[in-house]
């Protein structure tokens, strides 16, 4: 499922003008400068519906996925830190795509939105961070209910 951020973060160019390819998976490599981006998953809930058939116990089938990612938005400052982040939430919550082919990955998006933002500073290295919890619910589009 990181594909989906991955993709919507590295084809957005309000971002990728300010961190060029420093957008990283899980953990920003050591030797890579700021401004940068790192994100993972953080929460998944996985939403069921019934419907009735010929029996009265029904079918349960996926309705929707909801996944919870978190987007560290880091810079040498807070404000640039903070207009970072500004950056991945516009680039989060204007995507209207609803399906997205991402080989081997197929998804129909339902929504993007900001659930809560953190912010921290790592005295040691002067990183300044302001991380996003971004909710995103989706489908798979090549999912066939049975």
């Known amino acids: 499922m990181l594909d ?4 919507i973060l590295t084809n957005s160019t309000p971002i990728t ?8 998976p899980m953990i920003r490599p050591q030797s890579e400068t700021l401004p940068a981006i790192v994100f993972s ?4 809930k996985f939403e069921q519906i ?3 058939g010929a029996t009265t116990t029904g079918t349960t089938r996926s309705a929707v996925d909801v996944y919870s990612v978190a987007v560290a938005s880091m810079a040498t400052d807070l404000g640039s830190a903070f207009a970072l982040h500004e950056k991945v939430r516009d ?8 399906n997205v082919d991402l080989d081997p990955n197929a998804y129909l998006i339902h929504g ?12 040691e290295g002067d990183v300044y961070t302001f991380e996003g919890v ?3 619910k989706i489908t798979r589009s090549d999912y066939v209910a049975p």
Request: aromatic share 14%.
């Open 41 to 44: 998953l953080s929460d998944t």
């Open 91 to 98: 680039a989060f919550e204007a995507f209207t795509t609803k």
């Open 134 to 136: 971004f909710i995103f």
């Open 50 to 52: 019934t419907t009735m």
């Open 112 to 123: 993007i939105h900001l659930d809560d933002v953190i912010s921290g500073v790592f005295e």
């Open 17 to 24: 003008n300010v961190v060029g390819d420093r957008i990283s």
């Open 4 to 7: 989906l951020p991955y993709h």
